[in-house]
């Protein structure tokens, strides 16, 4: 079992920048890709940003730049580098494990297994 926990949401105006963060337990993490996704009210949760284990591989939706995944598996972490953020950005942000294959960033969210409760980032305008 993973759990996932992320923290950094908050409140920011447009133009502003937000960094999230997403701990994992277990002793693993780094042989996982890992992905964040987001859901604004009355969407569906859509890819954002996933990491292979390495780092060495990244996807993004089209930001434009303006997001930079990144992690550090000394501390089981995986980061969400937001910029120039958008009223549009306003959602609820999780973080996902994919133990299964670790070596693809996925893009897909039923591909992975554990996810976090999320954290809130609002733009206002």
């Known amino acids: 079992q993973v759990q996932l926990v992320e923290s950094g949401g908050g409140l920011v105006q447009a133009g502003g920048s937000l960094r999230l963060s997403c701990a994992a337990s277990g002793r693993t993490f780094s042989t996982y890709a890992m992905g964040w996704f987001r859901q604004a009210p009355g969407k569906e949760r859509e890819f954002v940003a996933a990491?292979?284990?390495?780092?060495?591989?990244i996807n993004y939706a089209d930001s434009k730049g303006r997001f930079i995944i990144s992690r550090d598996n000394a501390k089981n972490t995986v980061y969400l580098q937001m910029h120039s953020l958008k009223p549009e950005d306003t959602a609820g942000y999780y973080c996902a494990a994919r133990p299964g294959d670790g070596s693809y960033p996925s893009t897909r969210r039923y591909e992975y297994d554990y996810w976090g409760r999320g954290t809130q980032v609002t733009v206002s305008s």
């Open positions: 990491i292979n284990w390495s780092g060495g591989r």
